[in-house]
Structure formats: structure tokens, C-alpha cells
């Protein structure tokens, strides 16, 4: 719509009377739509949603946001981190073009349809889907730090409730953004005092501008429902010299008076004759809701389809270690980082990496990137939980984003964060170091063996497991430019370069890393080894072993659990006996998968899986190995026991 | 030892320099042991170590703690949040006779041994096992509101690294103890201004005192290496009027010339000639090092055995719904703890419960609870990090701790949470509502589908799902008896009671829940069904379409899917074809862990998986269900399918 031409991109001094009232009419109609469609949908959170709608028509007005810049690198970002309010930000969507409001209020919250209870990034205008709280301003951060990584003059502007300011990763989020002194990144409170279950101060007591400060930001007020005030602060923040917050205040169900202050509309659409009393006070009347709801048996619409691609990115030539070179995974993969950040560094046309780190940058490698490339290096401290947010909102802001950390804190400490970056087809690639038993002398807290467990459980995730440097090196450079979520993970010792039967690098030279390839390392006839990881070099020692009792065993190696090809795996082992080897829980790895592959296939196959069967101890890695019984005797004493 | 009677408890106002000086030498000594540990197992964190000695030996001196009450109901409790420093507590351990010095630093980060790289509950003294940074604060509150709620006097004690300060859990905590007003509950922060990458202030620069002014705890300050000082600011934090922290300003490395602020000896030990010289500045030499070594060929030390224990609590009569009941599991659920809540309440040798909601309690039907024993309910806000510790930590205080929360903030969101109260041996009680698809309208962000593939990454956890309400009352009251950590979860929607053929509630009456147990709801001759949950009803209506069309089903349902019977699976499918399902991810559920169990006993058998497969919509539960191929026409489909 055109009522807002003169204050787009924030080019009026101040709002008029006149366009004040144009705002308020594009309001009161999108609060409307927003009623029409929870009440439709018999569900939803129309409080929140007419609460924060003053917020939403005056940024969507200001912000340099429309429906032909939907899908520009350039735009500016919206999150709403309190995606339940979607009703009301659809509808102020619906406002300014993005698409037609009696379609989204017919289908809102309908299965099938784009319009989702809690924002998602099928609707045009939504940057980052949200719905579980606090998590908001780390995507927003994400986006600034893609926006500058780019030298986009992008603005993220993340809207919040009020409840949520309590979460630990809104403090994360303040703090990341006030060291690297984003200046692109505003934040706006929906302050109306009300959560679910009633008061901020009953609820869970917060000095909310307080907490804002202490962590270096501006603070600013305003009344959240005037919008010459709104518009003068967001302004205001927009040129701020520091990151600025600008806390509204409202009144939860703003425009429906027996809304208005009463938590129990935070999550219940209005009904019969409330419904009709709402919709009169809104100007409407009952016929807009009868037509959404005969609108609601028509066809589905069809929403945005989100696209992946791959990133323009020169990922160099891979480097081949030699059987005399001992190199552990992690500096194998430090390096190919920090090859690919120097060949694409201030190139004309390259995707930026963007590099993020907590405090362990020596230990998980990525200290040679930050000396190459220190304006692309993220150092963000013990903040896990906005860092893989950020870096997951980050990926889809036109930058490669990388995250290195030790395995239990990038994939066990933050699931939920890299869940929701599945669910938002994200790209962030993570690289889990220390992973498995393999931490050195750390102890159980810090052996993360499920990692592929836990990302069996998203849709879109990849995992990759590298057996030695060389497949280290490759997969790195082959992960960095392939779309969607890829988790790299290898464990912290120096391992031997997996050598073919004459001695030369397996995975050397034009090796090619391939999604789901199983390698044959070693033939056999009488039994079968299936190893992930590191574990591929014990599997082939303990081969050595076995040979010298007359025991021929073939050797397979899967760096993608996930991923892994049935049918090869099916043929490869060619019906002999199956023993998986890996530093991973027993039950939900390598071997879990290959054996479900069997049962699903009806296929009976003499099989034993060797994991992880209990928490590990704190010793040297050798130990932890052997008494896990994951050494290269373990795995020779599990082939024994299976041919039995 | 004695060296520090007249300051136990508190007793003395002040420490005079004669006490000093015996806190002087034990602190020398006990640092001489810490160096010695870590360059005996050559590995660990001597900085850390001996940056907080002299807070561990004025608190373990004046806390009430001893080796006597080391099991003590009534003993204070310390929580060292940087478990990293474990070396240092431990040898302060030490100095006070709670186990030998020599065993101690000849077995430190020795495989099997029970002085691990990180403190964990095996050494006798550690409370709580840490090691991932940033959630000890809310072990300590945990550990406080336990000992409110039982009427005991123990304080809490935690110490806490600096670099940690940011994480946002700690902020959560500091909210929770400052709404409940845990005055029984101090913080130390050992504040050298150096973590693993640099100083505080290149890392992630944060205003500390200012973070915990503003969550309204009261800020002292202190030279940490004064004992007098830090003896009267403990004392002083001791009797505060609110929540109170001791900012111990120390330095890096302390007692140890070449260590002392040098971040590279945060995680390195001392070797060689640099050892030789450590130990000379302490007042010792290489023998020592030498002994130890010696020392570390001998027998493995015992440790601690952590014992779980039933709780005393009466758990009262189950409630049985009859087929005309309409009601969902949650409500079941809460009418249980209520029940149980109301029974027990203030009852002589009664376990108290502590109930904890986060911003939820309405949807998750802990409402009923809260209004009978409103004393025991914590409204923490949206705070799940905390909550999750707080928890874990209350319930190996003497507590019934039970949290109940939507799904994927209960475990998604909290995972590594919940997976360190397993490492903890904790009793957890977490109660997931809205699990599976099962959630309403709210779409993906909110559909919890891998709690099963989540808890399963654990050697603890027990997972209950529930079919109907009548099993739903029972196995909350047998889990709030039971020790160990247990998962219950279960949807949102209403349900039918199972019935068994003559139309009494299956579930009722004299039903005892049993863990691992598959039962047999209906008997079939051409295939099996094994349903998880609410799966268990569309189950028996699809075996009803089923018998229509001549195909006889024996329907089996399984709550306990982490545990269930593989010898009774197979004999209750007998070699006929079996369709799994379950509203949960198929590869990691149910229907995983019954094809697992096939393939490991070498039982080719036909089987199919149905289960979620990609991202729900957001819709009606109905619709939801169907677009899954997961309602009773699904289930149907599926076995037809099967029977080709």
C-alpha cells in the first residue's frame, strides 16, 4: 500500500497527523483480519497479536521491507521472536501488500497452508521462523553480522515479547551484540506486563530496562501504540552508535476492550457473540468471518518455497597427507578453513564466511582462520545457545557460516537451536571437535557420543564422520559451499592416514567426498567391519590381527550415518557376518542405523554393534578406548565373538 | 583437620592471623597436591586450580561440611560450577581429610579412578558433577529450594569461574533465587579475568557486577587470596536478606610465578623442569611427582558409591476413568499430582514434592497442585536451562523434584540438561505434555517427535508414554516413588479409555504399571500392531476397519519403549508381520527399537515403521494425524500394506 510512502526507509523527520491516521486505519483493519483469523482457526493468541500490531504496521512501513524486496539480498530483516503473535504480524503483512488478508485469515493455522501458528519462513515477509521463545534476538544478531560480513546496509530489527526477556540467550544475544557493536540491529519490546500465566512481577519478577543497560545498550521507551513515537524511536535506534532497544509500551489486546489486560486471551480466539462484539468494535462485522470460514474448505495456498543453494564460494585444492604425517582431524580441518577464508577473502563475487567461536578457538582450530581473516571471525564466549541460533539465521543472509566447538556443546548443549535451524532450511555448517570418546582426559561429561543421534531426529540435518585428514580435509571443502545444515564431527587425537593395500592415501589426492558412500578400505571373506570415524583405523588394525589367526576380515567405512546407502551396504556385505564399530551410543548410530536398514529390508543378517554402552571414563584416550572395548583389540575380540 | 574449628559454621567474627596462617599452609599444601595431580595425569587445569584454592579452603573450612557428613541430609552444599578446576577442589578436599592427598593427585583423570577430569559426585564432598560451564548457579538453587522446602538449614555454597558469567543460564538462576528470596543460597565468583582465549574483556566483555545488581542480588566484593576477607564476606553473604555473590577478585595461577596470569596454563600441565620449579615455589620437590607416579601403577581407588533411593511418599489410591470419561492425559496427570500433593502434604517422613512450571501451568496441569500446596510450586518463568538443573540437583536433596513442561522445552530445548542430571544420577521427574504431533494447532517449532530418539542417547533415562488416562494416573504415581530419572510424556488431546473386549477400562481398576512391560490389547491372527501412547486407541479402531475386511490384528501397545521386553516382543508377534506406530520420529522411537531388537537376535521378521516422517503441519490434530498417514485409516493402511 501506498500510505506510507513518505516514511519508508526513515526519510520523514516525524510523522504527521495525517499519516498517523492512515497507520491507524491500516491498524484497525489488520487487527480485524488478525481476530478473523484466530477466531476461524479456533485458535491462537489474538491478544498478543492486537498488542504488538502498532509495532508491526509502523516498522513494516519504516523498515526498507515490501513485497518486491521479499526475497533481495538487501532488504531488511524482520524476526518476530514471539512468533505466536503470527495472526497479528500476517495481518499487518496483509497490510502492505505481501498478500491478500482474507486469504490468510481463512487459512490460518490450517493444515496444509503457509500460514502457520507460530511465524515461518513459507509466509513472504517472515526472515526466521520462531514460535519457541527468547530465541529471537540471536537470529536477529545472525542477520546484522551477515548484513556486515556482506557490507549490506540491511537493518535486522527483531520484535520480542515481554515474557520471554527472561530467557538466558536474549542476555547471550545483548552481549554478542554489544562486543561487536552492531549498529544494524534494533530491538523492539511488546511491554504489556502480560504472560500466560498472568504479571511479569508474579510470573517472574525482571528489571527489564535494567538488564538491557547493564549489557551495553541504549535504551529507549516509548507508548506502543502511538505511532509518531514509535516511528521517532526506531528512527532513533536506526542511528544509534550502539545497539538499541526500544521497549514499548502496550496493552495486551489493544482494540477489543474485553481483551484488553486479560491473560486469558493470551492463547483463546473469541467465539459467538464476543466474536461478533470484537469484530464490531474492529469495524467489521460477522459476514468477514463466515467468508473465512467457507474460504477455509477452498483450495490451500500456496506460500513461499524456501530455495537452498550452493554458496559462490572457490573452496580451493585439497591437500593430501602422507602415511608419515601425524595430524589429527581437527587441524586438518583448521587448515582447509582457513585455505578456503584466504582464496575467497574480499573476493569480487565470493559468499563471506563468517567464522564463530566460544572460547576455544586453539582447541577446535579455527585460530588460524581468525589470523587470516580477523574482520570474518566471530569470538562470541561461553554463549552457545545465541551463537548456533546466530550462526543458523546467519547461513541464510547470504554468508557461509561456520561454527566450530567441542561436539558436546555445538550439537548436545544447543539441539533445540540447531532444530529449529532445520526446521528454518538453514545452512549453518557445524563443526563438532572432540567428539565421541575421544577428548583426551575430559570425562563423560565432555564425550559427546550421540551426536548423530540427536540429529537422527531432524529431517534435513547431514552428518559426516571422517576417518582420517585426508577425508577431513575434503569433506570440509565440499561442506562449505553445499546448502542446507551439514554437522562435521571428529574427535580430538591425531590419527594415522588411512592407506590403501599399497600404501597410499586413501582418501588423497582425487578422492571426491560423496554424501553416503560407503568405502571399501580392506577385502575379506569371513566377516564384515562397518566403522565410522577414527574408528576406521583401529578397524583396519584389528584386521591385521585377526589375518594373522586366519580370520579374513573386509574392511567398510561410512563418514554419513544418516545418509548411508542401504542397498551398498546390503551388497558389500554380501550376507557375512556384521560387526559396526564406532565411539558413538551403541543404540543410536552407525550401527543402530545399519541394523535397522536390515530389519526394514526383512533381511536376516548375523549383526553386533559395538558402541558406546555406558558413560566413559576420564583417563587417557587409549584407556578410555580399550576399557570401553573400542580399541583395535575390542573390535578384534567383537569379530571373534560374532564368527562363534 | 583441625586448623580451622574455631571458624566452622561461622562461629568467629573474624579470622585472626594465627587461623590465616593455618589457612596460609594448608592452602600451600593443597596447591603443591594440585600441581602434582595434573602434571602426574598430565592434563587438567593448574591456573584454575590454584586461582580458586584459597575459596575452597576458607569455604570448605567454615561451610558446614565434613568427611562425617559427606552423606548428611543436613550438610551444606558446594557446587564448584567450573568443575574444570576439579584439581583444586579436590586437593582442598583433601586437606580436610575427606580422602588422601597422595591417592588424589596419583590418581587424578586416571581411567576409572574416581577423581575425573571434571568433579563429579564419586569423590566424596562434590555435590554435583559440572564440567559444561554456566549451570552450577542453577544446580545451587536447586540444592536451596530442596532444603527450604524440607525445613533444613543447609546453605547452598556455589563457586563459579568468571568466563562462565555470560552464560545466559546463569542469569535464569539469579532470577529464580531472587524471586524466591534463597537466602540460604551464595554465590563466589573466582573473578582472575582470564579464560581459555584471553582476558575477559577480548572475549566477551560484560559489566559482572552490574548483571547480578540488576537481577536484584546483593554484590560484594573481595581479594580473594585474603582469607580473612573472604571468611567475613561469606559470613556477611550467609546472613544476607537477599541472594547474595562474592566477587573474589584473585589471580590466575596463583602461588606459581610463571603461571600466574597466563592464560596458556589454563589447560596445560606442568612438565619437566617448569614442574620442578612449581613444586620448589610451593615448598615441595619431584618426589612427590615422582610418588605419584609411582602411586598411579598401584590399585584403583574406590570413590563414593552414589546410592538412588524410593522416596518416601504415599502415593495413594489410583483413579480409574471409566469408557464414558472424556478426558485427556494431562489431566490425569494433574489430578494425580495433585492427589499425591494433598496426601503427603506436610505428612511426618514424607519426601516433599517441589513442582516446577515454566510461564505453563494451566496447559500442563500442574494448576490443581499449585493451589494445594502452593508452598511447593515454583513458577520459574521462562527459564528452562535453570529449571532443568535445578531440578536434577533438588532431587538428590530430598526431594520428589518434578517439572512439567511442554515437550520440546522439557527436552529438546534442555537435552544436555537433562543428560548431565543423568551423569548426575539424579531423580528427575519431567513431565512433556503436548509431545508428538499431538499439540493442536501450533505447528512444527512446537511438535515434540524425538524425546524417545533424545533420552535414548542416555544410559538413565526412562521414557513413559502413556495410553490413556487411566495408565496415565498409574504410572505417575509409581514414578513419583521410583528413584532415577523418568520421562512421562503425553499429548495434548482427549481420549478415549481403553477398554479391554468386554468393555472395562483396560488400564483400571487393579492395573500396575510396569516398566518394560508390552500389553496385550487385543488378540488377531494375521498381523500385530505395536502402538506407543495415544497411538494405542486409533490402533484398536483400525483393528475394527481391519476385521471388516476379513484381516484379524492383534493390537500390543508399549509405554515404556527405552525398555521394553525384547523376549515378550518376539513372543507376542509370534512370526507374523508387525506395523509399529507411534506419533514420534520413525528411525528413533519405538518402531527403531523393535526393528533393533530384531536385527540383534538375528530374527528377520516383516516389519514396518510408521511414524513421523518429515515436519507436521500445523493444523487440527485430526488433520494433522491424517496428513501423517498416522490416524486409524493410516494405521489401517499401513497394515494392508504390510500384508502384501
Same mark, same amino acid.
Given at each position: 500500500?501506498?500510505?506510507?510512502?513518505?516514511?519508508?526507509?526513515?526519510?520523514?523527520?516525524?510523522?504527521?497527523?495525517?499519516?498517523? $491516521?492512515?497507520?491507524?486505519?491500516? +491498524?484497525?483493519? /489488520? &487487527?480485524?483480519?488478525?481476530?478473523? @483469523?484466530? !477466531?476461524?482457526?479456533?485458535? #491462537?493468541?489474538?491478544?498478543?497479536?492486537?498488542?504488538?500490531?502498532?509495532?508491526?504496521?509502523?516498522?513494516?512501513?519504516?523498515?526498507?521491507?515490501?513485497?518486491?524486496?521479499?526475497?533481495?539480498?538487501?532488504?531488511?530483516?524482520?524476526?518476530?521472536?514471539?512468533?505466536?503473535?503470527?495472526?497479528?504480524?500476517?495481518?499487518?503483512?496483509?497490510?502492505?501488500?505481501?498478500?491478500?488478508?482474507?486469504?490468510?485469515?481463512?487459512?490460518?493455522?490450517?493444515?496444509?497452508?503457509?500460514?502457520?501458528?507460530?511465524?515461518?519462513?513459507?509466509?513472504?515477509?517472515?526472515?526466521?521462523?520462531?514460535?519457541?521463545?527468547?530465541?529471537?534476538? $540471536?537470529?536477529?544478531?545472525?542477520? +546484522?553480522?551477515? /548484513? &556486515?560480513?556482506?557490507?549490506?546496509? @540491511?537493518? !535486522?530489527?527483531?520484535?520480542? #515479547?515481554?515474557?520471554?526477556?527472561?530467557?538466558?540467550?536474549?542476555?547471550?544475544?545483548?552481549?554478542?551484540?554489544?562486543?561487536?557493536?552492531?549498529?544494524?540491529?534494533?530491538?523492539?519490546?511488546?511491554?504489556?506486563?502480560?504472560?500466560?500465566?498472568?504479571?511479569?512481577?508474579?510470573?517472574?519478577?525482571?528489571?527489564?530496562?535494567?538488564?538491557?543497560?547493564?549489557?551495553?545498550?541504549?535504551?529507549?521507551?516509548?507508548?506502543?501504540?502511538?505511532?509518531?513515537?514509535?516511528?521517532?524511536?526506531?528512527?532513533?535506534?536506526?542511528?544509534?552508535?550502539?545497539?538499541?532497544?526500544?521497549?514499548?509500551?502496550?496493552?495486551?489486546?489493544?482494540?477489543?476492550?474485553?481483551?484488553?489486560?486479560?491473560?486469558?486471551?493470551?492463547?483463546?480466539?473469541?467465539?459467538?457473540?464476543?466474536?461478533?462484539?470484537?469484530?464490531?468494535?474492529?469495524?467489521?462485522?460477522?459476514?468477514?468471518?463466515?467468508?473465512?470460514?467457507?474460504?477455509?474448505?477452498?483450495?490451500?495456498?500456496?506460500?513461499?518455497?524456501?530455495?537452498?543453494?550452493?554458496?559462490?564460494?572457490?573452496?580451493?585444492?585439497?591437500?593430501?597427507?602422507?602415511?608419515?604425517?601425524?595430524?589429527?582431524?581437527?587441524?586438518?580441518?583448521?587448515?582447509?578453513?582457513?585455505?578456503?577464508?584466504?582464496?575467497?577473502?574480499?573476493?569480487?563475487?565470493?559468499?563471506?564466511?563468517?567464522?564463530?567461536?566460544?572460547?576455544?578457538?586453539?582447541?577446535?582450530?579455527?585460530?588460524?582462520?581468525?589470523?587470516?581473516?580477523?574482520?570474518?571471525?566471530?569470538?562470541?564466549?561461553?554463549?552457545?545457545?545465541?551463537?548456533?541460533?546466530?550462526?543458523?539465521?546467519?547461513?541464510?543472509?547470504?554468508?557461509?557460516?561456520?561454527?566450530?566447538?567441542?561436539?558436546?556443546?555445538?550439537?548436545?548443549?544447543?539441539?533445540?537451536?540447531?532444530?529449529?535451524?532445520?526446521?528454518?532450511?538453514?545452512?549453518?555448517?557445524?563443526?563438532?571437535?572432540?567428539?565421541?570418546?575421544?577428548?583426551?582426559?575430559?570425562?563423560?561429561?565432555?564425550?559427546?557420543?550421540?551426536?548423530?543421534?540427536?540429529?537422527?531426529?531432524?529431517?534435513?540435518?547431514?552428518?559426516?564422520?571422517?576417518?582420517?585428514?585426508?577425508?577431513?580435509?575434503?569433506?570440509?571443502?565440499?561442506?562449505?559451499?553445499?546448502?542446507?545444515?551439514?554437522?562435521?564431527?571428529?574427535?580430538?587425537?591425531?590419527?594415522?592416514?588411512?592407506?590403501?593395500?599399497?600404501?597410499?592415501?586413501?582418501?588423497?589426492?582425487?578422492?571426491?567426498?560423496?554424501?553416503?558412500?560407503?568405502?571399501?578400505?580392506?577385502?575379506?571373506?569371513?566377516?564384515?567391519?562397518?566403522?565410522?570415524?577414527?574408528?576406521?583405523?583401529?578397524?583396519?588394525?584389528?584386521?591385521?590381527?585377526?589375518?594373522?589367526?586366519?580370520?579374513?576380515?573386509?574392511?567398510?567405512?561410512?563418514?554419513?550415518?544418516?545418509?548411508?546407502?542401504?542397498?551398498?551396504?546390503?551388497?558389500?556385505?554380501?550376507?557375512?557376518?556384521?560387526?559396526?564399530?564406532?565411539?558413538?551410543?551403541?543404540?543410536?548410530?552407525?550401527?543402530?542405523?545399519?541394523?535397522?536398514?536390515?530389519?526394514?529390508?526383512?533381511?536376516?543378517?548375523?549383526?553386533?554393534?559395538?558402541?558406546?554402552?555406558?558413560?566413559?571414563?576420564?583417563?587417557?584416550?587409549?584407556?578410555?578406548?580399550?576399557?570401553?572395548?573400542?580399541?583395535?583389540?575390542?573390535?578384534?575380540?567383537?569379530?571373534?565373538?560374532?564368527?562363534?
Amino acid at each position: 500500500m501506498r500510505v506510507t510512502e513518505e516514511m519508508r526507509n526513515f526519510k520523514a523527520e516525524s510523522i504527521g497527523e495525517e499519516c498517523a $491516521a492512515r497507520l491507524r486505519e491500516a +491498524a484497525r483493519e /489488520a &487487527r480485524m483480519w488478525a481476530v478473523v @483469523a484466530t !477466531s476461524a482457526a479456533n485458535s #491462537g493468541h489474538p491478544a498478543g497479536a492486537l498488542s504488538s500490531m502498532d509495532i508491526y504496521i509502523t516498522l513494516l512501513g519504516a523498515a526498507n521491507v515490501s513485497p518486491e524486496l521479499a526475497d533481495s539480498p538487501e532488504r531488511d530483516r524482520i524476526v518476530v521472536s514471539h512468533g505466536h503473535t503470527s495472526a497479528g504480524f500476517y495481518a499487518a503483512l496483509a497490510a502492505y501488500g505481501f498478500f491478500p488478508a482474507h486469504e490468510m485469515a481463512a487459512n490460518f493455522r490450517r493444515a496444509g497452508s503457509p500460514y502457520q501458528g507460530h511465524v515461518e519462513r513459507d509466509v513472504p515477509g517472515v526472515d526466521w521462523g520462531t514460535g519457541n521463545l527468547g530465541q529471537g534476538l $540471536a537470529a536477529g544478531v545472525g542477520f +546484522a553480522l551477515a /548484513a &556486515r560480513a556482506r557490507g549490506s546496509k @540491511a537493518h !535486522s530489527w527483531v520484535v520480542m #515479547g515481554d515474557g520471554e526477556q527472561v530467557k538466558g540467550q536474549v542476555a547471550e544475544a545483548r552481549r554478542i551484540a554489544a562486543k561487536e557493536k552492531l549498529t544494524n540491529l534494533t530491538a523492539l519490546v511488546d511491554w504489556n506486563d502480560i504472560q500466560i500465566s498472568g504479571r511479569l512481577e508474579d510470573v517472574m519478577p525482571a528489571d527489564i530496562p535494567a538488564l538491557w543497560a547493564a549489557d551495553g545498550w541504549r535504551v529507549l521507551e516509548c507508548d506502543g501504540h502511538d505511532y509518531n513515537a514509535l516511528y521517532t524511536a526506531m528512527k532513533s535506534a536506526a542511528a544509534s552508535e550502539k545497539p538499541a532497544v526500544i521497549l514499548c509500551k502496550t496493552v495486551m489486546g489493544k482494540g477489543v476492550s474485553f481483551m484488553e489486560n486479560i491473560p486469558d486471551y493470551h492463547g483463546k480466539a473469541a467465539s459467538g457473540e464476543k466474536l461478533e462484539e470484537a469484530l464490531k468494535e474492529l469495524g467489521g462485522d460477522m459476514s468477514l468471518f463466515n467468508a473465512a470460514l467457507a474460504e477455509r474448505k477452498g483450495p490451500l495456498p500456496a506460500g513461499r518455497s524456501v530455495k537452498l543453494e550452493r554458496a559462490a564460494l572457490d573452496t580451493g585444492a585439497p591437500r593430501t597427507y602422507t602415511k608419515d604425517d601425524k595430524k589429527d582431524n581437527r587441524g586438518a580441518f583448521g587448515k582447509a578453513l582457513a585455505d578456503v577464508g584466504e582464496l575467497n577473502r574480499k573476493k569480487e563475487g565470493a559468499a563471506p564466511l563468517l567464522v564463530f567461536d566460544c572460547d576455544l578457538a586453539g582447541s577446535v582450530k579455527v585460530d588460524g582462520f581468525a589470523k587470516l581473516c580477523p574482520e570474518n571471525f566471530i569470538e562470541a564466549g561461553i554463549q552457545e545457545h545465541c551463537v548456533a541460533t546466530a550462526a543458523g539465521a546467519a547461513s541464510v543472509a547470504g554468508v557461509v557460516s561456520v561454527w566450530a566447538d567441542f561436539a558436546v556443546f555445538g550439537s548436545d548443549e544447543v539441539y533445540n537451536q540447531q532444530r529449529l535451524n532445520d526446521i528454518n532450511r538453514a545452512g549453518t555448517k557445524t563443526v563438532l571437535t572432540h567428539s565421541g570418546l575421544d577428548v583426551g582426559e575430559d570425562g563423560m561429561t565432555h564425550q559427546c557420543i550421540d551426536y548423530v543421534g540427536l540429529f537422527r531426529n531432524c529431517f534435513g540435518w547431514r552428518v559426516i564422520v571422517p576417518a582420517d585428514p585426508n577425508q577431513t580435509d575434503r569433506a570440509t571443502r565440499w561442506m562449505l559451499a553445499e546448502p542446507g545444515n551439514i554437522c562435521l564431527a571428529m574427535g580430538r587425537g591425531t590419527l594415522p592416514v588411512i592407506v590403501d593395500e599399497k600404501g597410499e592415501p586413501f582418501y588423497g589426492g582425487d578422492y571426491k567426498f560423496r554424501d553416503g558412500e560407503i568405502d571399501l578400505l580392506r577385502d575379506g571373506r569371513d566377516a564384515v567391519i562397518l566403522s565410522m570415524g577414527h574408528m576406521a583405523g583401529r578397524a583396519i588394525e584389528a584386521r591385521e590381527t585377526l589375518a594373522a589367526e586366519g580370520i579374513s576380515v573386509r574392511v567398510l567405512h561410512c563418514a554419513t550415518p544418516l545418509s548411508m546407502d542401504s542397498e551398498r551396504l546390503f551388497e558389500l556385505t554380501g550376507g557375512l557376518p556384521l560387526l559396526t564399530c564406532e565411539d558413538h551410543h551403541a543404540d543410536s548410530g552407525l550401527g543402530a542405523a545399519a541394523a535397522l536398514a536390515f530389519a526394514r529390508a526383512g533381511k536376516a543378517v548375523k549383526i553386533k554393534n559395538i558402541g558406546v554402552t555406558r558413560y566413559g571414563l576420564s583417563g587417557s584416550n587409549k584407556d578410555v578406548l580399550a576399557d570401553m572395548g573400542l580399541d583395535a583389540a575390542g573390535i578384534a575380540a567383537g569379530v571373534r565373538e560374532l564368527l562363534k
